[in-house]
């Protein structure tokens, strides 16, 4: 059945990205690896970018940690609009476009898996923990004392602990807030949404390199990532239909229901001179 004749369960999606945020929180952790190793890692990126000429990280970090009025909203933007903007994204696609929901969904999670395996086969040092020879500075360090977050990227002051600081290959800061920019794009209806598709990523990107958390070719491979997790999710429901199609499927009343829809998802109600016509 479609998407339109069978919505999703509203507490099942929130289970499903409950476990698959808890995995992924949980992989990055314990995918720290080798501290030399990232550092290596993080050293050779920024010498490929300075060949390349695409060594952009440095002038904007610089500009963030010489103006405040700039540095300090970005803070702001990188510790808070990725845990906020793309649940708020989820929300909007599970009520107001849900024939479009399930295949976004499933795009958003191979993509985030995708990325944990980029940060266990390649642990990598951020700018702003390279020695200070490389000229970056660690702007939420620098103005740690207009937000709630320490020393150690954009964890609450003593939980620096619980996030790994060595995930900056590939940057799902930017591979999310592409993949929020693209669904506000396609399927909103008011200029001001599609403005804020394309507004979205875009600061990020600039954000999560002056802020030094993450180099230019980190913002590439978030997008790399996004476009592959892209392509792998189109093929999934061919393969699940097909695999279907091969075994018994008996729903022992698994079936949703309308008491288990939201209000905006359920059917209008039948007109009754309609029904009775026929």
């Given at each position: 059945m479609t998407d339109r004749q069978k919505p999703?369960?509203?507490?099942?999606?929130?289970?499903l990205l409950g476990l698959v945020y808890g995995a992924y929180t949980g992989g990055r952790l314990l995918a720290r690896g080798d501290v030399h190793l990232a550092v290596g890692h993080g050293l050779a990126i920024l010498r490929a970018e300075e060949v390349?000429?695409?060594?952009?990280?440095?002038?904007?970090?610089?500009?963030?940690?010489?103006?405040?009025?700039?540095?300090?909203?970005?803070?702001?933007?990188y510790a808070s609009l990725h845990y906020l903007v793309t649940p708020a994204v989820l929300v909007w696609?599970?009520?107001?476009r849900p024939q479009q929901y399930r295949s976004a969904r499933t795009w958003l999670v191979v993509s985030t898996l995708l990325g944990l395996v980029g940060f266990t086969l390649m642990p990598t040092c951020p700018p702003r923990l390279l020695d200070s020879?490389?000229?970056?500075?660690?702007?939420?360090a620098q103005y740690s004392a207009y937000g709630w977050w320490g020393a150690e990227a954009s964890a609450p002051r003593g939980l620096g602990g619980l996030t790994n600081q060595y995930a900056a290959m590939p940057s799902?800061?930017?591979?999310?807030?592409?993949?929020?920019?693209?669904?506000?794009?396609?399927?909103?209806?008011?200029p001001l949404l599609r403005g804020l598709g394309v507004a979205y990523p875009a600061v990020t990107t600039l954000v999560v390199m002056g802020t030094a958390n993450h180099y230019f070719l980190d913002a590439a491979a978030g997008a790399a990532v996004m476009a592959a997790g892209y392509a792998i999710a189109r093929r999934l429901p061919a393969r699940t239909?097909?695999?279907?199609?091969?075994?018994t499927i008996v729903s022992g009343g698994w079936d949703t229901s309308a008491r288990e829809l939201l209000p905006a998802q359920r059917p209008a109600p039948e007109d009754d001179s309609a029904a009775a016509a026929r």
């Open positions: 999703t369960r509203w507490w099942a999606e929130l289970l390349l000429g695409i060594d952009l990280e440095r002038p904007l970090n610089r500009l963030f940690s010489h103006q405040g009025l700039l540095g300090i909203p970005a803070d702001f933007v696609l599970y009520l107001r020879v490389y000229g970056f500075t660690d702007t939420m799902l800061h930017v591979g999310w807030a592409l993949w929020c920019g693209v669904l506000l794009w396609r399927y909103g209806r008011h239909a097909r695999f279907r199609s091969k075994t």
